[in-house]
């Protein structure tokens, strides 16, 4: 990572010697949390040093007719300078943030670096209590669900109040985007109007339950750190989801798995796009009445035509 772009948050980054130079130059009162590197993880995390370097390295030289070329000769230099003093300072130490407080911000215990599988095992760590310490240290979320219930708002509310609270600057740390639905009827209103209502935050509903099949849940979790986590799988925005119900989910680290984190990112921006999902106004009479209706109708829409079964709008 250059040395000019290490701005504050969450990293869980194995130094390399550019990110231990630019340590040495950080504004009055940022601070660096460091910890030695477990010998279980060194292997892994020398790995991914070297997959950022190729991978810069690759990029520049691989542009052209010849770029092919000189990507197979850059490789084989590499290959026979195996055993040249590497560029890593020893000893071998880890980045977990950048931060203005004297306390560092807690990483998930999945880290940001590894891909994970969660499925609610005993033992495992929880969806909920990773989801709750990944979005302290997260600059924009965007979150994509069926429904969601207060219940499930409940369990985040307190972090998401926190995270979005305007600071000294006049803008809310975190940035919130939530896409969701009335299928079924199973969305409470009350739950969508408590995430409208925090600062910086934006949500949009599809309210033709007829139409809309919206299955997939994801939260996709950037950084400005470039530290960020996609997390794919079945959970919806319920307490039952994120506190032991059956649920498997994925978690996609940006930096490992760089192209699956963008693929998540631009299809949320292609639904973010999508005229079917509506801006939503928790202060806005209209808005509220016509999620309501939506909901009523799809609670008891047995598939016969009713005298609402028209498309509803917010404006």
């Not at 009162?29 to 991914?48: E, F, I, K, M």
């Not at 055993?83 to 004297?102: M, N």
């Not at 470039?226 to 039952?240: D, E, F, K, M």
């Not at 631009?266 to 939503?280: A, G, I, N, V």
Request: aromatic share 4%; hydrophobic share 40%; charged share 20%.
């Amino acid at each position: 990572m250059p040395a000019a772009s290490l701005p504050l948050g969450a990293y869980d980054l194995t130094l390399d010697g550019a990110t231990a130079q630019a340590l040495e130059h950080l504004p009055a009162g940022w601070q660096a949390a460091l910890r030695p590197c477990p010998a279980d993880n060194a292997v892994s995390r020398l790995v991914d040093v070297l997959r950022r370097e190729l991978s810069n390295h690759l990029d520049a030289v691989a542009d052209g007719d010849d770029g092919a070329t000189r990507a197979v000769n850059l490789i084989n230099g590499l290959i026979a300078g195996l055993r040249d003093e590497a560029a890593i300072p020893q000893p071998l130490r880890v980045l977990d943030s950048i931060h203005q407080d004297q306390t560092p911000p807690l990483l998930p215990a999945t880290g940001l670096m590894e891909p994970w599988l969660f499925t609610a095992g005993r033992g495992e760590p929880a969806l909920l209590s990773e989801l709750r310490r990944e979005l302290r240290t997260t600059d924009r979320a965007d979150v994509l669900v069926s429904f969601i219930t207060r219940s499930g708002v409940r369990r985040l509310l307190d972090i998401l109040s926190e995270a979005t609270a305007v600071g000294p600057n006049g803008e809310p740390k975190l940035r919130l985007r939530v896409l969701t639905t009335t299928y079924t009827g199973a969305t409470d209103a009350e739950a969508v109007a408590q995430l409208a209502r925090l600062p910086g935050a934006e949500v949009r509903v599809s309210l033709d339950g007829s139409r809309t099949r919206l299955h997939a849940k994801a939260w996709v979790l950037h950084r400005n750190s470039c530290s960020g986590s996609a997390y794919i799988g079945s959970a919806n925005l319920s307490a039952a989801a994120l506190m032991g119900g059956i649920e498997w989910t994925v978690k996609v680290p940006q930096r490992t798995q760089p192209d699956l984190f963008a693929r998540a990112a631009t299809e949320f921006e292609c639904l973010w796009q999508d005229p079917e999902f509506q801006h939503f106004n928790a202060n806005d009479p209209t808005h509220v009445s016509a999620l309501q209706a939506a909901l009523r109708r799809e609670r008891r829409d047995s598939g016969a035509p009713s005298d609402d079964a028209q498309i509803l709008a917010f404006d």
